[in-house]
């Protein structure tokens, strides 16, 4: 027989009496430390228990928060043992224990399909051409696994995801990260107007004394595309499935904040995609020209503010100084060496390419300009970095990948459905990151691999 003790005759007053002086001794106890010790290590501290709050939160919506969140702050870094360690390297760490638990005990397998397959032959082929194109493979190595990791954001998704409403969820996590990310750049750049302040800004890569801002990713170009594409997918949802406030205000709030960005790649990709959907829509909904006209009059009115302002002004000279100085136009005139000197790295290594990251291991600035000596750099085109480091071998494979997802997404539209209209607005954010990566590289970053880890659970899940 069991029995329960009654704990209601205990004097009350005694209880809020022995907190009370815990408590004192507590605060002493932490002012002492925190005058006389180094209490670094706390912050640490504090964000592993977060850490690993989220990933036993809901599962796996919390995985896929922390997943979604760390890929997009590649700013932060920290020295590792001599690794540049990222908060996307420290969150697939945990993500791997928890994934790989949550295997064991389930008893859970990744079916691969054909898209699967092609970011497996690209991650082989960064460590074929690490291994045996690279002038100094140790290094090489090290930089291709540091990609593999960023590689690994596109298979923890795969994994997760496992069924279209799932999808849905993971999709709006990663859309309310791109709001947030977006209010957090705006915020700094009205700060750095304002007060001065430098967070989440960078001043001079544009017009010599313009401040651009990259929220907390690496830079104001990464910034631009990575809103730009969260505003289409916002764009698209509105568009074709429902029209609800909501998506607009996420559309207007992440567009600002790619205009902000003062990216050129970036603000003619969106314009480009956000025309495409537009004409996509008008001609499967010839009907509703009251809603069509009105949406229109709103995106006409928000572009014609930005525009007409101050920050227009900006923007026009971006674009007007491209066509008057042409190649010669300080940021393009860099990009254009650096292009020509990967591409004349090319012969003799065209199969494998010379490894990952490897165009720092001959490229110096100092042949052109003698105070940027020792500095690194990257070549800020996808198609031909990936070129470089991996040859045909590794272009191929994400070739392959991007005529499987086209094809797969065209055979979905045939049949009209909010499935279908989600594979649209993924991949019309990944044909975001297409355009723009023309002049940058995000394809060594996790943020892009969850897009894509998206893009590829859509398409499977898509009736065809």
Request: hydrophobic content about 55%; aromatic content about 14%; charged content about 10%.
């Amino acid at each position: 027989m069991s029995h329960t003790i009654s704990l209601g005759g205990f004097n009350s007053r005694i209880v809020r009496y022995v907190d009370f002086i815990a408590a004192i001794v507590a605060v002493c106890v932490v002012g002492r430390l925190a005058w006389q010790e180094d209490l670094d290590w706390t912050a640490a501290v504090v964000v592993c228990v977060l850490v690993v709050f989220l990933t036993t939160l809901r599962w796996p919506y919390g995985i896929l928060t922390l997943l979604i969140g760390a890929s997009a702050m590649p700013v932060f870094s920290l020295n590792v043992f001599g690794w540049n360690a990222r908060p996307e390297h420290f969150a697939v760490f945990f993500a791997i224990i928890a994934v790989g638990t949550w295997i064991v005990v389930g008893k859970r397998q990744l079916k691969l399909n054909r898209l699967d397959y092609c970011i497996v032959w690209f991650v082989g082929a960064n460590f074929v051409g690490s291994s045996f194109g690279s002038s100094a493979p140790a290094m090489t190595l090290r930089w291709a696994l540091q990609n593999c990791l960023a590689v690994l954001f596109y298979f923890l998704v795969r994994l997760l995801v496992e069924d279209f409403t799932m999808l849905q969820r993971a999709v709006r996590i990663f859309l309310t990260i791109a709001v947030v990310e977006s209010l957090y750049g705006m915020f700094s750049y009205l700060s750095h107007q304002i007060f001065e302040t430098s967070f989440g800004v960078q001043v001079g890569q544009y017009l010599g004394d313009v401040a651009a801002p990259f929220g907390t990713m690496y830079e104001p170009n990464l910034f631009g595309a990575y809103t730009a594409s969260a505003a289409v997918i916002f764009f698209s949802i509105y568009l074709f499935a429902g029209h609800h406030v909501r998506d607009l205000v996420g559309f207007l709030i992440t567009a600002i904040a790619s205009f902000l960005s003062f990216s050129r790649a970036a603000l003619i990709a969106l314009l480009v995609v956000g025309a495409y959907l537009f004409w996509k829509n008008h001609r499967q909904t010839r009907g509703k020209a009251l809603r069509k006209l009105l949406t229109v009059a709103l995106i006409a009115a928000l572009l014609l503010v930005l525009f007409s302002g101050p920050l227009g002004r900006i923007v026009r000279e971006r674009f007007t100084s491209l066509l008057n100085e042409g190649l010669t136009e300080e940021t393009t005139i860099t990009r254009v060496i650096v292009m020509q000197e990967a591409l004349q790295d090319l012969p003799g290594h065209l199969l494998i390419g010379q490894g990952t990251a490897s165009f720092n291991l001959t490229f110096d600035w100092s042949r052109y300009v003698s105070y940027w000596a020792g500095e690194k750099t990257w070549i800020g085109n996808a198609p031909l970095r990936i070129l470089h480091d991996t040859g045909l071998l590794g272009l191929s494979s994400i070739f392959a990948f991007f005529v499987f997802v086209w094809l797969q997404t065209r055979r979905a539209l045939k049949f009209p459905s909010q499935k279908n209209f989600l594979v649209l607005a993924l991949w019309a954010g990944a044909i975001i990151y297409a355009i723009s990566f023309q002049s940058t590289d995000g394809t060594i970053l996790a943020f892009t691999w969850v897009q894509l880890g998206f893009l590829a659970s859509a398409a499977n899940f898509s009736p065809s």
